[in-house]
C-alpha cells in the first residue's frame, strides 16, 4: 500500500507563491506516476499536472501552465507542487495522487490519494 501526506497550503495574497509537498511511504516511489489535482466547494475534481515516474516529463492544464511546477525528488520519496503568480481562482483543496504505469488525467485511473491541503488566495 502506498500512503501520500500533502503539506504546505495556506493563506496567500493574489500574486504570491506557494509550494506544496506530498511526502509517500510504501511501494517503491520511482514506480509511481504523480498527479495533482484541485478541488473547490461545489466543483469537481479537476486536473492540474503530472510527473512520471523518472520527473523527466511533466504536463500541466492550461489554467496553470507557466505558473505552477511540478518536480520530484525520488530520493526523498516527495513531489512538490510550486505555484507562482497565484490567483484567487486557484482557491481549492489540493490533492496528490499515485498510479503505476502510464501517465493518466482523470481521477479515476489513480490508485492512492492523500488527504489534500488548503490552498486559499485572496484578492
Known amino acids: 500500500q502506498v500512503q501520500l501526506v500533502e503539506s504546505g497550503g495556506g493563506f496567500m495574497q493574489a500574486g504570491g507563491s506557494l509550494r506544496l509537498s506530498c511526502a509517500a511511504s510504501g511501494g517503491t516511489f520511482s514506480n509511481y506516476v504523480m498527479g495533482w489535482f484541485r478541488q473547490a466547494p461545489g466543483k469537481e475534481r479537476e486536473f492540474v499536472g503530472i510527473?512520471?515516474?523518472?520527473?523527466?516529463?511533466?504536463y500541466y492544464a492550461d489554467s496553470v501552465k507557466g505558473r505552477f511546477t511540478i518536480s520530484r525528488d525520488n530520493a526523498k520519496n516527495t513531489v512538490y507542487l510550486q505555484m507562482n503568480s497565484l490567483k484567487p481562482e486557484d482557491t481549492a483543496v489540493y490533492y496528490c495522487?499515485?498510479?503505476?504505469?502510464?501517465?493518466?488525467?482523470?481521477?479515476?485511473?489513480?490508485?492512492?490519494w492523500g488527504q489534500g491541503t488548503q490552498v486559499t488566495v485572496s484578492s
Open positions: 495522487a499515485a498510479k503505476i504505469g502510464a501517465m493518466a488525467y482523470y481521477t479515476g485511473q489513480y490508485h492512492y
Open positions: 510527473n512520471s515516474r523518472s520527473g523527466g516529463s511533466t
